[in-house]
């Protein structure tokens, strides 16, 4: 029996047990979504179709499964760009569909058409336009197998509506077949026996641990090697809620916001063993003085990243959860005490602090909030002053606990992310944490939400300024503040409750305690809006162009 | 230093605007890029001389190689191979130099393909240096057009550089 293209694209999704999408309709995407009417899979209907990349990325890291994204041609299409580049620098498996005008139309400036796949080359693993109806099964086969595999990331399909409209003979292919793709996935034996070497040798070790950790589900690995070899452990922001936050072997993040006990280690460090991690300059900083003294074990999925950035020792490229399952067994079990009582010295010499007294601190709110939930909620965060306190007082003990836009740092990412992990995992605690300038570039989702009957407690710091960016201002431009004020910012309660969110405001520290307990036993959403000080700085800091073990206090 | 690659990619559309792309927005510097058919009408060859340092070039091939239109990158630099280019030139030559003009010719082996009344055209392959040559002989006498294809290049003897025949495995999962 012959179908349409766009219903053969609905079973297809359905042959990927693909539960959901995230979507907004529009003309040429209207064949598939005349399709999805008949189907079981349920779309969520965003408010703008940013807050469905971004949710959808947020449902993919949450799940572990791949998000997918169904949008119009023209502004459907553009306005998925920043959470397509988002997922991409973040390495998130997506499949987007965008309609396109019918072929006959394409090249001819018609109405709602843009060059989608052109816009979308740079910040796709890969994108298809589809030329022939009858292919589409496959390169829909392709784009989900190419998502999730290798390093994932986001893959598009731009389906022109006379093609979406073509009757083709349904069929779903079991295999793929792609000459050009072929990602590695076992380490080379002969280079974990190399690494396994340099790590027997090894007086001071440091495990530097990426996002690589939680996309490929090595959490229980990475602890193993850390707990096996008795070496500290670091995370990038990506890799944050790979390792237990309240391990004692755990230095807490590190780079430009890093604590100076993870800074003070990798610098000093004779072996560093990176994981899943690529070298950003935000974990670098001075790139030349970045652990200087140390031999260097890559391993990484992507073969491009070793020896990007700085020259590697022993490179293996491979998915991280099979090497370190192959190279367990050849590490013998070490005790030697005297570079952990170091990194303990500095630990305790240089803690995270900020001044507990008097006003109500956001840095307070985060430690209240992870002793209420035991370090086991899952904290989305958007992009801001925020997202660093966060990611330093938060001891997140829920593998993939944290759900934040690290390479491409997007404000506005937050509200619909934690909506999207709510959606794929109902039932246990989701937190955002949100700047009121991040929180009002995508706070349309609250209607999402709503509708969706998604239990997301929202906190917003509202210091009613766009806290980085002042602060930076404030370090580098001698605090001549330039386009940061947000005084005409609205009552973000009363804002919740004309969505019919319940919406409470934080005015001092007295209240932290009962009311964030009060919220998190809600049962539907809930939004605070904690008013704290414009002056809270995020701090240490490494000013640009410095080594990170030179930080200042901020 | 100039490297010279040989690239295997589908001949799917766009595959050229994806390579170009990646080479532009990462920096890297293409001395020049010729693109063609080979015997398989599925597969095109490029042949992208790139100018950079051995760090440079491990980059670039590992770029190259994560898309997933390109089949297989070698880097024959420092193999025996054949190289070309082709070059047209429409250079100016009345009566008082078409003589010598002609004699320039027949030295580079270049051939005339078309006369004007005051012009000749001709075309010439050869190597990069070769061409260079002929370009600067008949500079003096007035270029009135020029057009070179960028450079082409096979691996000597019967190695099959490509390994052209390993790439029709598929691989199942």
Same mark, same amino acid.
């Given at each position: 029996?012959? !179908?349409?293209?766009?219903?053969?694209?609905?079973?297809?999704?359905?042959?990927?047990?693909?539960?959901?999408?995230?979507?907004?309709?529009?003309?040429?995407?209207?064949?598939?979504?005349?399709?999805?009417?008949?189907?079981?899979? &349920?779309?969520?209907?965003?408010?703008?179709?940013?807050?469905?990349?971004?949710?959808?990325?947020?449902?993919?890291?949450?799940?572990?499964?791949?998000?997918?994204?169904?949008?119009?041609?023209?502004?459907?299409?553009?306005?998925?760009?920043?959470?397509?580049?988002?997922?991409?620098?973040?390495?998130?498996?997506?499949?987007?569909?965008?309609?396109?005008?019918?072929?006959?139309?394409?090249?001819?400036?018609?109405?709602?058409?843009?060059?989608?796949?052109?816009?979308?080359?740079?910040?796709?693993?890969?994108?298809?336009?589809?030329?022939?109806?009858?292919?589409?099964?496959?390169?829909? &086969?392709?784009?989900?197998?190419?998502?999730?595999?290798?390093?994932?990331?986001?893959?598009?399909?731009?389906?022109?509506?006379?093609?979406?409209?073509?009757?083709? &003979?349904?069929?779903?292919?079991?295999?793929?077949?792609?000459?050009?793709?072929?990602?590695? =996935?076992?380490?080379?034996?002969?280079?974990?026996?190399?690494?396994?070497?340099?790590?027997?040798?090894?007086?001071?070790?440091?495990?530097?641990?990426?996002?690589?950790?939680?996309?490929?589900?090595?959490?229980?690995?990475?602890?193993?090697?850390?707990?096996?070899?008795?070496?500290? /452990?670091?995370?990038?922001?990506?890799?944050?809620?790979? =390792?237990?936050?309240?391990?004692?072997?755990?230095?807490?993040?590190?780079?430009?916001?890093?604590?100076?006990?993870?800074?003070?280690?990798?610098?000093?460090?004779?072996?560093?063993?990176?994981?899943?991690?690529? =070298?950003?300059?935000? /974990?670098?900083?001075? !790139?030349?003085?970045?652990?200087?003294?140390?031999?260097?074990?890559?391993?990484?999925?992507?073969?491009?990243?070793?020896?990007?950035?700085?020259?590697?020792?022993?490179?293996?490229?491979?998915?991280?959860?099979?090497?370190?399952?192959?190279?367990?067994?050849?590490?013998?079990?070490?005790?030697?005490?005297?570079?952990?009582?170091?990194?303990?010295?500095?630990?305790?010499?240089?803690?995270?602090?900020?001044?507990?007294?008097?006003?109500?601190?956001?840095?307070?709110?985060?430690?209240?909030?992870?002793?209420?939930?035991?370090?086991?909620?899952?904290?989305?965060?958007?992009?801001?002053?925020?997202?660093?306190?966060?990611?330093?007082?938060?001891?997140?003990?829920?593998?993939?606990?944290?759900?934040?836009?690290?390479?491409?740092?997007?404000?506005?990412?937050?509200?619909?992310?934690?909506?999207?992990?709510?959606?794929?995992?109902?039932?246990?605690?989701?937190?955002?944490?949100?700047?009121?300038?991040? =929180?009002?570039?995508?706070?349309?989702?609250?209607?999402?939400?709503?509708?969706?009957?998604?239990?997301?407690?929202?906190?917003?710091?509202?210091?009613?300024?766009?806290?980085?960016?002042?602060?930076?201002?404030?370090?580098?431009?001698?605090?001549?503040?330039?386009?940061?004020?947000?005084?005409?910012?609205?009552?973000?309660?009363?804002?919740?409750?004309?969505?019919?969110?319940?919406?409470?405001?934080?005015?001092?520290?007295?209240?932290?305690?009962?009311?964030?307990?009060?919220?998190?036993?809600?049962?539907?959403? /809930?939004? !605070?809006?904690?008013?704290?000080?414009?002056?809270?700085?995020?701090?240490?800091?490494?000013?640009?162009? &410095?080594?990170?073990?030179?930080?200042?206090?901020? | 230093?100039?490297?010279?690659?040989?690239?295997?990619?589908?001949?799917?559309?766009?595959?050229?605007?994806?390579?170009?792309?990646?080479?532009?927005?990462?920096?890297?510097?293409?001395?020049?890029?010729?693109?063609?058919?080979? #015997?398989?009408?599925?597969?095109?060859?490029?042949?992208?001389?790139?100018?950079?340092?051995?760090?440079?070039?491990?980059?670039?091939?590992?770029?190259?190689?994560?898309?997933?239109?390109?089949?297989?990158?070698?880097?024959?630099?420092?193999?025996?191979?054949?190289?070309?280019?082709?070059?047209?030139?429409?250079?100016?030559?009345?009566?008082?130099?078409?003589?010598?003009?002609?004699?320039?010719?027949?030295?580079?082996?270049?051939?005339?393909?078309?006369?004007?009344?005051?012009?000749?055209?001709?075309?010439?392959?050869?190597?990069?240096?070769?061409?260079?040559?002929?370009?600067?002989?008949?500079?003096?006498?007035?270029?009135?057009?020029?057009?070179?294809?960028?450079?082409?290049?096979?691996?000597?003897?019967?190695?099959?550089?490509?390994?052209?025949?390993?790439?029709?495995?598929? #691989?199942?999962?």
């Amino acid at each position: 029996m012959e !179908i349409t293209a766009a219903q053969a694209l609905v079973q297809c999704l359905e042959k990927e047990q693909v539960e959901l999408v995230f979507g907004y309709p529009g003309g040429t995407i209207l064949p598939v979504y005349d399709a999805l009417h008949d189907s079981a899979i &349920k779309h969520v209907l965003v408010r703008h179709e940013q807050g469905a990349v971004h949710a959808a990325d947020g449902y993919a890291r949450a799940t572990g499964r791949v998000g997918v994204v169904v949008a119009t041609s023209g502004p459907g299409a553009t306005n998925l760009v920043t959470g397509i580049a988002n997922a991409y620098m973040d390495s998130i498996p997506l499949v987007i569909i965008t309609g396109q005008v019918s072929t006959g139309m394409v090249g001819t400036d018609a109405f709602q058409e843009v060059d989608t796949t052109g816009i979308t080359i740079p910040i796709t693993k890969h994108n298809y336009l589809i030329k022939d109806a009858a292919q589409l099964p496959r390169m829909i &086969k392709n784009a989900f197998y190419i998502a999730s595999t290798g390093r994932p990331g986001p893959v598009l399909i731009d389906l022109p509506k006379d093609m979406a409209e073509t009757k083709i &003979k349904f069929y779903y292919p079991e295999t793929v077949h792609l000459r050009g793709y072929k990602p590695t =996935f076992r380490g080379h034996p002969n280079q974990i026996s190399e690494a396994a070497k340099l790590i027997a040798q090894s007086e001071r070790p440091v495990i530097y641990a990426g996002g690589g950790i939680t996309s490929s589900r090595s959490s229980a690995e990475l602890l193993a090697l850390a707990e096996t070899i008795n070496a500290p /452990v670091t995370n990038t922001l990506q890799g944050l809620s790979s =390792f237990p936050g309240d391990h004692p072997l755990f230095l807490g993040m590190l780079g430009l916001h890093g604590t100076r006990a993870a800074n003070l280690a990798v610098t000093n460090c004779d072996l560093l063993i990176a994981l899943g991690a690529r =070298f950003d300059d935000r /974990v670098t900083g001075k !790139i030349s003085e970045f652990a200087p003294q140390a031999g260097v074990i890559h391993v990484d999925v992507d073969p491009a990243e070793i020896g990007k950035n700085v020259p590697v020792h022993v490179p293996i490229v491979g998915d991280v959860k099979q090497v370190l399952q192959e190279l367990l067994p050849r590490l013998e079990k070490r005790t030697d005490p005297s570079w952990l009582e170091q990194v303990c010295t500095w630990k305790q010499e240089y803690p995270l602090r900020y001044e507990v007294e008097g006003a109500l601190k956001p840095q307070y709110v985060v430690e209240k909030l992870d002793e209420i939930t035991g370090g086991q909620a899952v904290v989305a965060t958007d992009v801001g002053q925020h997202q660093m306190w966060v990611a330093q007082y938060y001891r997140f003990r829920r593998a993939g606990g944290f759900i934040s836009s690290g390479g491409l740092g997007a404000m506005g990412f937050g509200l619909p992310a934690a909506m999207g992990a709510q959606i794929g995992l109902s039932g246990e605690q989701v937190i955002l944490v949100v700047g009121d300038g991040g =929180f009002q570039m995508t706070m349309q989702e609250l209607g999402t939400i709503v509708e969706q009957q998604l239990p997301v407690k929202i906190i917003i710091f509202n210091n009613s300024v766009l806290g980085m960016v002042r602060q930076l201002q404030k370090v580098y431009y001698e605090g001549r503040y330039t386009a940061i004020d947000l005084k005409f910012n609205p009552d973000f309660a009363i804002l919740a409750q004309a969505y019919g969110i319940k919406g409470y405001t934080m005015r001092s520290k007295e209240e932290v305690d009962t009311l964030l307990s009060q919220a998190l036993a809600e049962p539907g959403p /809930v939004l !605070i809006n904690c008013l704290v000080s414009a002056e809270e700085r995020v701090s240490p800091m490494v000013l640009a162009g &410095k080594s990170i073990s030179d930080a200042i206090d901020c | 230093m100039l490297h010279t690659l040989a690239v295997l990619v589908e001949n799917s559309p766009g595959v050229l605007a994806r390579v170009a792309g990646l080479f532009s927005r990462r920096g890297y510097n293409i001395d020049s890029l010729a693109v063609g058919r080979t #015997e398989d009408p599925e597969v095109s060859r490029m042949t992208i001389v790139v100018d950079g340092d051995d760090r440079v070039l491990e980059q670039v091939t590992k770029q190259l190689h994560k898309l997933v239109d390109v089949i297989k990158i070698s880097d024959i630099t420092a193999d025996e191979y054949v190289d070309r280019e082709l070059v047209l030139i429409k250079v100016n030559a009345d009566h008082s130099q078409r003589v010598e003009v002609i004699q320039i010719c027949d030295v580079f082996r270049a051939r005339i393909v078309d006369l004007g009344r005051k012009t000749l055209t001709l075309e010439c392959t050869g190597n990069h240096g070769k061409i260079n040559a002929l370009e600067e002989t008949l500079r003096p006498y007035g270029i009135k057009e020029l057009v070179r294809t960028g450079k082409i290049a096979m691996v000597r003897g019967t190695k099959n550089n490509t390994g052209y025949q390993d790439i029709g495995t598929k #691989e199942e999962n």
